[in-house]
Nanobody, 116 residues
């Protein structure tokens, strides 16, 4: 089993930046995908960005050019750098892990609020 702990959320003004972190622990496979999803009030959870163990990345159209996902394999941590934040980025952000054995884990979520 894999445990995920997110951090880095908070309140930021429009145009500002935040960096989210997701620290993984437990039985991490050598082949996996980790990513960030978000859920705004009254909306479905949606994919934001993913990164694979082979460094492949994928982004939602709404965040391309503003958000960057990266990982530190030694620290078993995935990051989401969010720049040029907009009010519509306000949501609870969740970290997700899924590996080749179909093991899946979610973090507890971290709130991001973009408001003046």
């Amino acid at each position: 089993q894999v445990q995920l702990v997110e951090s880095g959320g908070g309140l930021v003004q429009p145009g500002g930046s935040l960096r989210l972190s997701c620290a993984a622990s437990g039985s991490i496979s050598s082949i996996y995908v980790m990513g960030w999803h978000r859920q705004a009030p009254g909306k479905q959870r949606e994919l934001v960005a993913t990164i694979s163990s082979s460094e492949g990345t994928n982004y939602a159209d709404s965040v391309k050019g503003r958000f960057t996902i990266s990982r530190d394999s030694a620290k078993k941590t995935v990051y989401l750098q969010m720049n040029s934040l907009k009010p519509e980025d306000t949501a609870v952000y969740y970290c997700r892990y899924r590996d080749i054995y179909a093991t899946e884990s979610w973090g507890q979520g971290t709130q991001v609020t973009v408001s003046s």
